[in-house]
């Protein structure tokens, strides 16, 4: 099946730097999701996103559900050690049928 | 919102050997439930779905089925695992197709020996 592609693979960052993740897909999207994974855990759904060119916010997390409706962008600010983590971008498409990218794992410096 | 649980958390079995794994759902009602497997590399394999009660979908041909006996109750089997059966399995919910939202539960560990 389709996979989406996320970039970049993987980040590493000293603390309190801003951070950019996107997703891209070769087919429309109704929703895009986005997801934070801890080693050995389940993946926690941090922002949900409906509508083409909306713009969410989840504390210091802020992801943009892209205006063809083929890409999503995620942002961190001002990173904290806590952050380090792998994070999945999902997408629902018209068939409702989801789709995942394979996760940009971020290590954030103290 | 729901919550998922899976168990076991962790499971060690030797290949050949029978397998259960189960989920189950709090907070909702008439979910459509999925099992997943995620391999080191990390990208998400869909194994099975089910929109209901009895009612399961098969993504990937292989030893492995799935069984739905209750609304909130999902279950995933094998009767003689194989060495790639090994990986993090887990159990996700959307309740209802009118959500996009996709919950996971923390997931099962299997290693096949």
């Known amino acids: 099946g389709q996979q989406l592609n996320q970039s970049p693979q993987s980040m590493f960052i000293q603390e309190g730097e801003d951070v950019s993740m996107n997703c891209t897909s070769s087919s429309i999207f109704n929703t895009w999701l986005w997801y934070k994974q801890d080693p050995g855990e389940g993946p926690v759904l941090l922002i949900a996103l409906y509508k083409a060119g909306e713009l969410t916010s989840n504390g210091r997390l802020t992801a943009q559900f892209g205006i063809t409706r083929k890409d999503s962008f995620l942002n961190i600010s001002a990173s904290i050690p806590s952050d380090v983590g792998i994070y999945f971008c999902?997408?629902?498409?018209?068939?409702?049928?989801?789709?995942f990218g394979t996760g940009t794992s971020l290590t954030v410096i103290p | 919102s729901q919550t998922i649980h899976q168990w076991p958390a962790t499971l060690v079995q030797p290949v050949g050997s029978p397998l259960s794994l189960e989920c189950t759902v709090e907070g909702t009602s008439n979910p459509n439930l999925y099992w997943y497997r995620q391999a080191a590399g990390r990208g998400l394999q869909l194994l099975f779905y089910s929109v209901g009660i009895g009612q399961i979908s098969s993504e990937v041909p292989q030893n492995l089925s799935a069984s739905r006996p209750q609304d909130r109750q999902f279950i995933l089997s094998s009767k003689k695992l194989l060495l790639s059966d090994s990986g993090f399995y887990l159990c996700?919910?959307?309740?209802?197709?009118?959500?996009?939202?996709?919950?996971f539960g923390e997931g099962s560990r299997l290693t096949v020996l």
């Open positions: 999902a997408g629902l498409d018209t068939g409702n049928q989801f789709y």
């Open positions: 996700a919910c959307r309740s209802g197709i009118s959500t996009g939202e996709l919950f």
